[in-house]
């Protein structure tokens, strides 16, 4: 168990909806980062929030926002959903400081769009 | 721009030695990880590796660096049934935050 948790576990929608998906930090992390893993695509880095704000953006489609609350635990929110969102999704967090650069990774949210 | 390759399927008898190849292009990575994927679960940080160390090793596993030919491995000695899984190398950007992957090496144990 990495400490970082993810909800929910499975997220079964249609095309054109939206939906948020969870993630929690482990204790005392700062960072948190997105991740999409497909087939086709393999694992992607999505986008990274840093206490608060927003540090780093990847391939991340205009339709996908993410946001990170005082509280540390972040969403990542996926709107007018095409059948290729499906995917599992993945929050990593660390705690980013000069020295330690390791991302432990949540369980995913595997999201199928139908 | 970056681009991580590994292969796609190593398959082992239990007890040997597995050996998982990566190559990567951005140079100016600082930090090289090795990740474990079981079926149905998330990522497993597994080692890392500075980009100024050849090797580091962690009990059964010992990563070796190759930065002239940026190329890294993975050696998992006494191989067993529980390390079936998929192995991710991936490399730290220069700015230090996001993770750049390989597409995965599908790692199975023959009893």
């Known amino acids: 168990d990495s400490g970082v948790t993810q909800t929910p576990k499975h997220l079964i929608t249609a095309t054109g909806q939206r939906v948020t998906l969870r993630c929690s930090p482990r204790s005392g992390d700062l960072s948190v980062y997105w991740y999409q893993q497909s087939l086709d695509q393999g694992l992607q880095f999505l986008i990274q929030y840093y206490n608060g704000e927003e540090r780093a953006k990847g391939n991340i489609l205009e339709r996908f926002s993410a946001q990170q609350f005082p509280d540390l635990h972040s969403e990542l929110n996926l709107s007018s959903l095409e059948l290729g969102d499906s995917a599992l999704y993945f929050c990593?967090?660390?705690?980013?400081?000069?020295?330690?650069?390791?991302?432990?990774f949540g369980p995913g949210t595997r999201l199928t769009v139908t | 721009g970056e681009d991580v390759e590994q292969s796609l399927f190593l398959s082992v008898r239990e007890g040997d030695s597995s050996v998982i190849n990566c190559t990567y292009t951005?140079?100016?990575?600082?930090?090289l990880y090795w990740y474990k994927q079981e079926p149905g679960a998330g990522l497993q940080l597994l080692t890392y590796i500075f980009s100024n160390m050849d090797m580091k090793q962690d009990q059964r596993l010992t990563v070796l660096l190759n930065k002239k030919d940026k190329h890294l491995s993975l050696r998992i000695a006494d191989t067993q049934t529980g390390d079936s899984a998929i192995y991710f190398c991936?490399?730290?950007?220069?700015?230090?935050?996001?993770?750049?992957f390989g597409g995965g090496t599908r790692l199975m144990v023959k009893p």
């Open positions: 951005d140079s100016s990575s600082t930090y």
């Open positions: 990593a967090s660390s705690v980013d400081t000069m020295n330690t650069y390791e991302q432990y």
């Open positions: 991936a490399e730290l950007s220069e700015a230090g935050n996001m993770l750049t």
